[in-house]
């Protein structure tokens, strides 16, 4: 399809966007001057709107000779003072893992997006999948928190990739937009209001970048050609960024405050949606497309009188522990539908004390409304 | 719920059911209408069946796939064989392609033939905008967008190149729907 040109950083207005689509304006409108990335079915349509919109916008776009360069690349560009961003699906995803670590531990604010597909490895490309919801808080070793969204329309690629930009320059955390192949794909009316809420990183001239007198600060961050002292490292350092690889108290400290900084603040960055709860004896729990099929399932159930509810993760990371432990002391089933096999049931299983049933399907099409009313009713 | 419509054009990749999806989509999201859009992906889209899936909806939509079908587009007889079964009985309506898809005459579902890719052919020198004419022929008959928004839409999917040739399609598709229907 021929791309016309916007000839505005900031669309307003009503738009028929595909996810993908949606994804790259709500970088371009939360700042984003800088794309590297490898392209990758089924994400590939946000990259290409990248190149064609970082071009009119005057920002940079790099096609990379892989994933592994890609993420470096952003996370270079973040500390040169831009917002970054790649974006992905799972053979690529699985390469950034490292570097992901590596931002994580350096407190590099950069967002990334992945489409996913059915895994593992290459698996069915133009299939959809949500199989790499646990690796993107898991992926690279060591203790670490990141943020992820969990989008189910094109409205939310929208808005999810502006405050995966906003959390992502307030914690200096890399935040991810987790999609799949089906919200990718998906075309739909997107309103852009005429104003949007950006945050920037915080900059404090001669303030130690890596270090906070609070054990879950967030410390300003210097730019490369600033002026400021500058080392980076994804060795333990010290609040200076000096390499301290043998010291246990600068280690311990580092390590608990990039997890503090998330954690302490989850009340802040989670976000859940309720559907029919006030009365619900059983409930639904769902993430992305899934959740479109699952509002049908509940809403028809609902007409025919049944006493069953929803709740919807817009955040997947940090996990929304409290809304869904409370969720567990007010109905008596959970059910949890996934296009993979149990990996967010299993993190439910953590905080509840009612029954967790977990319904998979991983044969790359989407679960169907009518598959999970089947699955309702037979726990009703 | 308010009132949904659910539409599936389909036929062979290369026939422009993909664009024909996209400029419906854009149609109804110009007219306001919360929209929901998905198409054939891959190898599929690019040869062999391919099917385009729209959702019309004055309220936003809940499941943003099919779950019947109000009006089917059958641009083969591939497509037609393998999708006529799904159409809602009575209110459904199956608008197919008259010199490529010979219908079933048992279905409980108004079928009209249109002469998309004949007419194509004969008075636009081009066969590839026969789904123009089917969008023409639809619209017309039902109005389910305005014929308005699907010009805009023409004006902002089509290269100026083929926009007067898609346009001229369009025209002729709202003939044929007005012969039709009136």
Request: net charge neutral; with cysteine.
């Amino acid at each position: 399809m021929p791309l016309k040109s916007l000839q505005s950083s900031f669309l307003k207005g009503t738009f028929y966007l595909s996810g993908n689509e949606a994804s790259a304006e709500g970088a371009i409108a939360a700042g984003c001057r800088f794309y590297a990335g490898y392209p990758i079915t089924p994400s590939s349509e946000l990259m290409e709107r990248m190149a064609f919109r970082l071009r009119e916008v005057g920002g940079v776009f790099i096609q990379m000779e892989d994933e592994i360069a890609s993420i470096c690349a952003v996370i270079g560009a973040s500390w040169a003072g831009a917002k970054a961003m790649t974006a992905t699906s799972g053979p690529g995803f699985s390469l950034m893992q490292e570097a992901i670590g590596y931002a994580a531990f350096t407190e590099t604010p950069c967002v990334i997006v992945d489409v996913q597909r059915a895994g593992p490895c290459t698996g069915q490309a133009t299939r959809v999948g949500s199989g790499d919801m646990m690796q993107v808080k898991w992926g690279s070793h060591g203790d670490y928190q990141i943020i992820a969204f969990s989008p189910w329309s094109s409205q939310e690629m929208y808005d999810f990739t502006i405050k995966a930009f906003n959390l992502s320059e307030k914690y200096r955390v890399p935040a991810f937009v987790m999609a799949d192949e089906a919200v990718g794909h998906l075309r739909e009316t997107v309103r852009i209001p005429e104003k949007i809420e950006i945050w920037n990183r915080k900059k404090q001239k001669g303030i130690p970048p890596f270090g906070t007198e609070e054990a879950d600060g967030v410390p300003p961050m210097p730019s490369f050609g600033e002026g400021e002292r500058l080392l980076v490292t994804g060795s333990t350092h010290d609040a200076l960024g000096y390499r301290k690889t043998d010291d246990p108290e600068v280690h311990s400290k580092l390590v608990q405050r990039i997890n503090l900084k998330i954690l302490n603040h989850r009340k802040e960055i989670v976000e859940t949606e309720e559907y029919f709860l006030e009365d619900a004896e059983v409930a639904i729990l769902s993430y992305g497309f899934t959740a479109r099929s699952s509002l049908y399932a509940v809403k028809g159930l609902r007409k025919e009188g049944r006493r069953v509810g929803m709740m919807r993760l817009k955040t997947i990371w940090p996990f929304p522990d409290e809304k869904v432990s409370e969720l567990g002391k007010k109905v008596r089933k959970i059910l949890v539908p996934e296009m993979n096999l149990g990996q967010v049931a299993g993190e439910v299983k953590k905080y509840v004390t009612c029954e967790v049933i977990s319904f998979n399907q991983t044969n790359g099409e989407i679960i169907r409304p009518e598959k999970i009313k089947e699955e309702l009713r037979k726990i009703l | 719920m308010t009132q949904t419509q659910q539409i599936r054009v389909s036929g062979f990749g290369g026939q422009g059911v993909v664009l024909a999806g996209l400029l419906l989509g854009q149609a109804g999201a110009i007219d306001g209408k919360y929209v929901s859009g998905s198409n054939s992906y891959g190898a599929q889209a690019r040869g062999s069946g391919c099917k385009s899936e729209i959702v019309l909806s004055e309220s936003p939509v809940d499941f943003p796939h099919l779950i019947g079908v109000d009006i089917l587009i059958a641009m083969s007889q591939g497509a037609y064989d393998l999708y006529h079964g799904e159409v809602r009985e009575d209110s459904g309506l199956i608008l197919y392609d008259q010199d490529l898809v010979v219908p079933k005459e048992s279905l409980k579902v108004k079928q009209i033939g249109i002469p998309a890719t004949h007419l194509a052919i004969k008075r636009l020198k081009n066969k590839q905008v026969a789904n123009i004419v089917f969008l023409g022929a639809l619209i017309e008959m039902t109005r389910i967008v305005s014929p308005k928004a699907l010009q805009k839409a023409i004006s902002m999917h089509v290269t100026e190149r083929f926009r007067p040739l898609n346009l001229k399609a369009f025209k002729l598709g709202i003939d044929v729907g007005r012969e039709i229907h009136g």
